[in-house]
């Protein structure tokens, strides 16, 4: 939002300088981006008038121009084609720089003739885009006269950030408003003049609506106003407007976008005599139709956009954009005025979907003043008459204006319970009031009417938020946060300190972390599973980007593919984030994914190549588990990975019946879709899956129970079927005595010669470890005796002769 000090004043009577008005506004909540002065910018610029402008000698298309600056007479070689003698325009000195764009002015030769200075273009002093000649200035300008103050570019512009709930403070008297209330000065309220109708608009408005929709516009004001002459506005209201960057175009234009900027009150203005059948027409279902706006380009329209028409067809895009076909010219003179309200969201997606954006849009995608729409018209009417001339009709009121008072209970303590701030209820009043609020009641509990043009003010919460600002919010005193206990409770919980130990380790084992969108592609995510509805996102930032993720694989895998194309070999990333199931809070699960590719072993004179596969992933995988404190013991492993997974080379694992991770081999279709032509392993790890470590006792870490008597290994040697888990083998020894054996490895795996068909063998080191005493050859024995009958048990294997 930019506004210029002058334009200011005109809503408010004060005497504060830039600077406390800047900080002023800061304080109550509206940002100040910028101040700029143009006066100190352009001051090197001046009136200056063309005694004699002449053919140059040596070129056709320059002129070499004697230039009277009000001290002295310089000769000047221009070449823009519309110097000429006894014009005037601006003036640069030698030694100045150009604005717009950065050239440094010398005294100079230009094929022959000497120049000093240059007469300068809107362009080239960063006006706007206009360079097709000089600026001309009125014949009555004073010579020598600072160029800012002749087209009231000395005023300091401010610029403001303002916050999407405050849309009121998009219009100068909004934020005059502000500062009124803060006691910067008093408020100019404008007068409004109600402006009778001579006659019977014939143009009347329809709002054909579904029942359900008529939200769409719930109120459209009108007028018919004949026989205006359209020309060039007033040089006030083409400064104002040139003071905010908007480019002055004809008296009809120019009201229209300075009413958006000083009332925020967006209005349009059809030319009437293209309006065809005698009415307007506001619709939805207009899917399929093309309009051609007045920035020149064409859109199509859908079924949900609101659409403003007559007998042709489509003229306006509501709340968004005039259309090209009925926009006003200087040949203009009958005119129908439309000013209404636009539903914020239906206005805001409109704009969303086709690209298109506009001031008008800004405004009513926050919500304007639901109760100036009239008031709003009579000032409209009251500029057009006072510029163009003209004749205008009786108002034409289509739907009724939407209920905007609610009554909101307040109570004064909250002030000082939510905000911190112990401020009298004479003062709260006063401060409202001074808002625009209407406060009901005394006491305690009271209840208040938020103002028309305050659409976010919804509780009682905004309304301290309200008092706060305005008394300051430097005025809160600093109170420390008192301890619930002696000492500090930690600062991550279980679940942040595994998220950041999970990225440590996988980080340490050789993974490069990967940042990825929540979102992906919708054909890429079927690779993964089932896309539920819930997951399609309604409003996607990139048509590419249109569900949420079921799986973080997709996005790494997609890097993975990047990074190939650039040359890398061999590609290891982990990305630990949300994972998403449904559009619940219990279906967005904390993961732990990781993806290596291309080789597991680079070449090497000491060993051959090796591409990565499942062992890989499951390495990863175990290793983050054990790191995050549960025990691997404790895990088995399943060969029901789901379809993206390599059947035979590819487990679950699962802690009882819940599965904690998943890991294997890609499917050769999830790589072939990825363009990936190199072996890829992958996992998948539920952070929130991994059960509560048990409470201690103290926060002592506990007793290392480190033995002082021999550890005796036994190797064991069973022929089993050929599909008999390693896995279950492991488990059915170890299970054997668990206070006497701490570990069970796999050393050896043999199939072929001496076993029968359909079998294997296998072998298995099984560590004892005595804690009271050295075991005896017998205890060993029995021991071993268990190993092999819990084998037996478990698997039906027999231990190898």
Not at 129 to 139: C, M, Q, S, T
Not at 212 to 219: I, M, S, V, W, Y
Not at 574 to 580: A, T
Not at 672 to 679: E, Q
Request: hydrophobic share 40%.
């Amino acid at each position: 939002m930019k506004f210029s000090l002058s334009w200011l004043k005109s809503h408010l009577e004060t005497e504060a300088d830039t600077k406390t008005i800047a900080e002023t506004l800061t304080s109550i909540g509206l940002e100040v981006e910028d101040v700029t002065d143009h006066a100190a910018r352009l001051a090197p610029f001046t009136v200056a008038y063309v005694v004699e402008a002449k053919q140059h000698p040596n070129a056709d298309k320059l002129r070499v121009c004697i230039v009277d600056t009000g001290h002295e007479k310089l000769q000047v070689v221009c070449g823009a084609p519309n110097a000429r003698t006894g014009m005037k325009g601006v003036f640069a000195a030698s030694g100045t720089t150009i604005p717009g764009t950065g050239l440094l002015l010398k005294k100079s030769m230009i094929r022959g003739q000497e120049s000093n200075g240059m007469l300068c273009s809107e362009r080239e002093m960063g006006l706007s885009d206009e360079h097709d000649g000089i600026i001309e200035l009125p014949a009555d300008t004073p010579l020598g006269k600072p160029f800012a103050s002749v087209l009231g570019l000395d005023d300091p512009l401010f610029e403001l950030s303002v916050t999407p709930n405050r849309g009121d403070c998009l219009g100068v008297i909004g934020i005059a408003r502000d500062l009124a209330a803060k006691g910067l000065g008093r408020l100019r309220t404008p007068a409004i003049e109600v402006i009778p109708g001579r006659f019977k608009s014939p143009i009347d408005v329809r709002l054909e609506f579904p029942t359900g929709k008529e939200d769409a516009c719930p109120l459209f004001v009108g007028r018919y106003i004949r026989n205006v002459k359209n020309g060039p506005s007033p040089a006030w209201m083409q400064n104002r407007l040139r003071s905010v960057g908007l480019r002055p175009i004809s008296a009809l234009v120019d009201v229209t976008n300075f009413l958006t900027i000083d009332l925020n009150r967006p209005v349009h203005v059809f030319d009437a005599d293209k309006v065809k059948g005698g009415h307007l027409w506001l619709r939805l279902g207009c899917g399929g139709r093309n309009f051609r706006a007045l920035n020149g380009k064409d859109y199509t329209l859908d079924d949900e956009m609101t659409a403003i028409g007559d007998d042709t067809g489509v003229l306006s895009l509501a709340g968004v954009m005039g259309g090209e076909s009925s926009g006003c010219s200087d040949a203009t003179t009958n005119v129908f005025v439309e000013i209404a309200l636009f539903d914020p969201k239906r206005t805001a997606t409109t704009g969303r979907k086709l690209s298109l954006d506009s001031d008008a849009r800004h405004r009513f995608e926050r919500g304007v003043d639901a109760a100036f729409a009239p008031s709003g018209m009579e000032a409209a009417t009251r500029l057009i008459l006072d510029l163009c001339g003209g004749e205008p009709s009786e108002m034409v009121m289509a739907g009724t204006e939407p209920a905007w008072r609610r009554s909101i209970a307040f109570r004064q303590s909250r002030v000082c319970a939510l905000g911190g701030l112990d401020v009298p209820e004479a003062e709260t009043r006063r401060l409202l009031a001074a808002l625009g609020f209407e406060a009901n009641g005394s006491g305690e509990s009271r209840s208040v009417v938020p103002p028309s043009w305050r659409n976010d003010i919804q509780g009682e919460a905004d309304i301290v938020e309200e008092v706060l600002r305005l008394k300051g919010f430097d005025a809160i005193p600093a109170v420390s946060l008192r301890r619930a206990t002696a000492e500090p409770e930690p600062a991550l919980d279980l679940g942040q300190r595994r998220v950041r130990l999970a990225r440590r380790v996988l980080a340490a084992r050789g993974l490069n972390e990967a940042v990825t969108w929540s979102f992906m592609p919708s054909g890429k995510a079927a690779l993964f599973g089932d896309v539920s509805d819930a997951l399609r996102v309604a409003n996607p930032i990139s048509a590419d980007l249109d569900v949420m993720r079921p799986s973080i694989l997709p996005n790494l895998l997609a890097a993975v593919a990047r990074n190939r194309a650039r040359g890398a070999p061999s590609i290891a990333l982990f990305e630990v984030g949300p994972q998403y199931e449904d559009d619940t809070p219990k279906g967005q699960h904390p993961m732990a994914s990781g993806v290596r590719a291309g080789a597991a072993l680079p070449r090497h004179w000491q060993g051959k190549a090796r591409t990565v596969d499942a062992l890989d992933a499951k390495a990863d995988a175990f290793a983050l588990i054990q790191a995050l404190g549960l025990p691997t013991a404790s895990l088995n492993v399943t060969a029901d990975a789901p379809g993206w997974y390599h059947p035979g080379r590819s487990g679950c694992v699962k802690l009882g019946a819940s599965v904690v991770a998943r890991f294997g081999e890609l499917h050769p279709h999830v790589t072939t879709a990825f363009d990936l032509d190199v072996p890829v392993a992958g996992f998948e790890l539920f952070l929130d899956a991994l059960p509560q470590p048990k409470e201690r006792a103290g926060r002592a870490r506990p007793l290392l129970k480190a033995s002082d008597f021999q550890a005796v290994e036994r190797d064991f040697a069973f022929v089993l079927d050929r599909k008999v888990n390693a896995d279950a083998v492991v488990r059915a020894a170890r299970t054997a005595d668990r206070a006497l054996i701490t570990d069970v490895q796999i050393f050896d795996l043999y199939e072929g010669e001496g076993l029968e068909p359909g079998k294997k063998s296998l072998a298995i080191s099984v560590r004892l470890e005595p804690q009271d005493r050295t075991l005896t050859e017998a205890e060993i024995e029995a021991v071993a005796k268990k190993v092999v009958e819990a084998v037996q048990k478990a698997t039906g294997g027999t231990l190898r002769a």
